[in-house]
């Protein structure tokens, strides 16, 4: 188990341009979330996928935001026509029931992006 | 919404001081509280967890208890070392909300001085 991974690590990019992250998760996860932290904040809910299925999208998600998770393993974030404001750490976590029955989400590195 | 309200930062102690974060949260319904851990360079980690009033989750020598009747989960520590300077989170999940998604406090960043 190598725990969750993304990539890239820092991406710098120009304002307009369009950026994809990938996230490869913990791999008997069935559950797979993205959030987004700005500096000095806690992390925000972005969307979450069970299996392959996208079932929840917080309102932060615009139009500008698409997550897939095909085939239910790793999974894509791109962004459209970035923004200065869409600078942050993008942070993908996964997760499946335990024991208890709640899930604990394992998270990876982040990819940090700048817009310039 | 669920919100979870953690204590201001920046917080410097001396090696071997006790620490105390504190976290309030407010939820609508029976949440999961969870203490997370970012130390420089690395991505967050589960740090302890409580599923249920009067819950004490404990790691690596830290503790919280989950108070219903304060809405609170305070961590503590003995004796902080060096080692534990890292920014610290509070947060909460909704065990009856299919999503589960953690909702986080705004972060403290501890610092440990030798």
């Known amino acids: 188990d190598t725990g969750v991974s993304q990539n890239p690590r820092h991406k710098i990019t120009k304002r307009g341009q369009n950026v994809t992250f990938r996230c490869d998760p913990i791999?008997?996860?069935?559950?797979l979330y993205w959030y987004r932290q700005t500096l000095g904040q806690g992390p925000e809910f972005l969307t979450y996928f069970q299996n392959e299925a996208q079932l929840e999208k917080s309102r932060l998600l615009s139009d500008r935001f698409s997550a897939e998770r095909p085939k239910g393993s790793f999974s894509t974030l791109e962004i459209q026509r970035t923004e200065q404001g869409d600078s942050a750490m993008y942070l993908c976590?996964?997760?499946?029931?335990?024991?208890?029955?709640?899930?604990?989400?394992?998270f990876g590195p982040g990819t940090r992006l700048t817009v310039t | 919404g669920d919100s979870v309200t953690q204590m201001e930062g920046p917080v410097t102690l001396s090696e071997e001081a006790f620490l105390t974060i504190n976290c309030t949260y407010t939820?609508?319904?029976?949440?999961?509280l969870f203490w997370y851990v970012q130390y420089p360079g690395e991505g967050l980690q589960l740090l302890l967890k409580?599923?249920?009033?009067?819950d004490k989750g404990s790691n690596k020598g830290f503790e919280a208890t989950y108070r219903k009747e304060t809405t609170s989960f305070h961590l503590e520590k003995g004796s902080v070392q060096v080692s534990d300077s890292a920014v610290y989170f509070c947060?909460?999940?909704?065990?009856?909300?299919?999503?589960?998604?953690?909702?986080f406090g705004q972060g403290t960043r501890l610092t440990i001085n030798p």
């Open positions: 939820a609508t319904g029976y949440p999961s």
């Open positions: 409580a599923t249920k009033a009067d």
């Open positions: 947060a909460l999940s909704d065990p009856v909300e299919g999503a589960q998604k953690l909702v």
């Open positions: 976590a996964s997760s499946s029931q335990g024991v208890d029955l709640s899930y604990e989400q394992y």
């Open positions: 791999s008997e996860h069935n559950r």
